[in-house]
């Protein structure tokens, strides 16, 4: 079992920046595939960013430039650096891993970009 706790939310201003961490526990973090999803009101749930076990990156595209995922395996903690936050930013971010086929959630932090 994977258990997955993300904090680091809140309320910014527009241009401002917050770094969201997921905590995980259960299993060897290092051989997880890993993700950030965001889910805004009324929208479908989208991958934001993710990082292999290997360290191999992807992004979304309209955070590429803006956003940074990262990961520290000796702290068994997922990153995502976001920057130049956007009012089209504001959701619920939650990290996923994947496990032999398996994903697990985290119960998700909440991000609202607002002045």
């Known amino acids: 079992q994977v258990q997955l706790v993300e904090s680091g939310g809140g309320l910014v201003q527009p241009g401002g920046s917050l770094r969201l961490s997921c905590a995980a526990s259960g299993t060897i973090f290092s051989i997880m595939d890993m993700g950030w999803y965001r889910q805004a009101p009324g929208k479908q749930r989208e991958l934001v960013a993710g990082?292999?076990?290997?360290?191999?990156?992807n992004y979304a595209d309209s955070v590429k430039g803006r956003f940074s995922i990262s990961r520290d395996n000796a702290k068994n903690t997922l990153y995502l650096q976001m920057n130049s936050l956007k009012a089209e930013d504001t959701a619920a971010y939650s990290c996923?891993?994947?496990?032999?086929?398996?994903?697990?959630w985290g119960q998700g932090t909440q991000v609202i970009v607002s002045a």
């Open positions: 996923a891993a994947e496990l032999y086929g398996t994903r697990y």
């Open positions: 990082i292999t076990s290997g360290g191999s990156t």
